[in-house]
């Protein structure tokens, strides 16, 4: 298969979308070849019919947003470990895809948004910038000003991901299913596009998040980033 | 069975953790005999060897908390329709239970928390209000006050119930299963003890609501509470 993810500078691969995707083919067992694609040239996904990346191709199976590559995954791996544990687990999850979209990447994104444009492609530094402050309405730099004043706000709304791994090792039980991976991916954005320490040490979500970065032979791990 | 669940002024009954118990009691057709529980006394408990209200008895066993009396339940009636679905689901509604612990009792407490003063048993009013006011450092009609400027926040919070909605009927998918009954409780905490109106009427979430109060033949709906 191969994967069509967002670049980054250099080998810097920070989107969220892109590492849940990456998570769920590792699960799977699928080996992949990656090939970036920058914000400001979507050619090589043209033929998905729609501009939003990462995008999926298997033989001639075109398949775009991150949880639709999951649900594909599943249903053409049936042989594999199961991403979702079945129907209603699966429609679980799309609550924790939809809280993790909604609450947490907007939290992750207030913190290290300037810093994000560091590590984007250098083809992509000015479509970043313009199409970002188009959506926060101020300078990116304004935008994450003042950033350790919300990191206990942004920690807060971790609570119940917290609260739950409290009962359990993953959102998937004892073993991780995709719904680890969605969380996994916010977190792992903020650990590959900037310094900035997001989460506390002592947090039961960093230990959840370290071993996560150990999976698969240390795959998330392996991926240049700063120290988690 | 036997549930002992919180008492109310008159016929009303509105905690939260009851509604997810009695849902889940309703899906697996068990039947069971209520008992209420004054906060000031929990004597009639005293055997679950804590103070929690719901407690579930079966035979000799007793059960508390709402979460591990649904994995009582599902054990117990196992020929029954399943409330999780598997241990992952169970796994992915176990955030589900942590997030409308966390997040969605913590706002709909702020909007209705003097409203349920008028709906708790005569016996528990003193207790109520000194207990509760204790949590929040302010008399109740101070905590409640203004609640209409905090109405869009938390509207806002319901966003990933919504976005979720959106894709799927229930949060089990094509059915609902214990996570809905979760999520109901809280919004029937409201109903069943204010007439503060916290949903707008052309909300999605309104009309899973609403869809949840028919279940059962229409026991949500039966309840003594306000429209919805």
Request: with cysteine; net charge negative.
């Amino acid at each position: 298969m191969i994967l069509y993810e967002l670049a980054g500078r250099d080998e810097f691969r920070f989107s969220p979308f892109a590492w849940r995707t990456k998570m769920a083919l590792h699960h799977k067992g699928v080996e992949y070849e990656s090939r970036s694609v920058k914000f400001c040239d979507r050619s090589p996904i043209e033929k998905s019919g729609q501009e939003r990346i990462p995008v999926l191709v298997d033989a001639d199976t075109w398949v775009h947003d991150s949880w639709s590559i999951a649900e594909y995954l599943e249903t053409a791996c049936p042989d594999q470990p199961s991403l979702f544990g079945g129907d209603t687990a699966r429609a679980h999850a799309r609550f924790i895809n939809s809280w993790t979209d909604m609450v947490l990447n907007a939290g992750v994104f207030g913190l290290i948004v300037r810093d994000i444009l560091d590590h984007v492609h250098p083809d992509d530094v000015e479509f970043f910038r313009s199409t970002r402050e188009a959506r926060v309405g101020k300078p990116l730099e304004e935008a994450q000003e003042g950033r350790e004043d919300r990191l206990v706000a942004f920690r807060n709304s971790l609570q119940p991901l917290r609260q739950t791994l409290k009962s359990q090792k993953y959102l998937g039980g004892d073993a991780p299913s995709y719904a680890d991976y969605i969380v996994f991916g916010s977190l792992q954005w903020a650990r590959c596009a900037s310094p900035f320490q997001i989460l506390a040490e002592d947090d039961i979500v960093t230990n959840w998040f370290s071993d996560q970065l150990e999976l698969f032979d240390g795959f998330g791990r392996k991926a240049p980033g700063y120290p988690a």
